[in-house]
């Protein structure tokens, strides 16, 4: 997982409230191919998002509550209000 450029090409034309929301796989006609995501890699990439500027940080198809867990661990405490919109 890897920040998208839309995350950056965002950042320059919306001052607002940014989130990562990701989901765990990709789709392929007809189905979803889901990915088995160690929760510390998407903690891992959850602080890399906050450094980023996303205020909100969750998870979607294919994450699982161990994952929000992992996240919330890592970066429970941690003021998102201080991190740059750019």
Not at 14 to 21: H, I, K
Request: glycine residues 10%; positive net charge; aromatic residues 8%.
């Amino acid at each position: 997982m890897r920040t998208p450029k839309p995350w950056h090409s965002t950042a320059r034309h919306w001052s607002g409230p940014r989130g990562a929301y990701p989901h765990a796989g990709r789709f392929e006609r007809p189905n979803w191919i889901f990915e088995d995501i160690a929760p510390a890699a998407l903690a891992d990439e959850a602080e890399r998002w906050i450094d980023q500027g996303a205020r909100l940080v969750g998870g979607c198809c294919g994450t699982r509550p161990d994952h929000i867990a992992a996240i919330r661990e890592r970066v429970d405490g941690r003021s998102t209000t201080r991190a740059p919109l750019t």
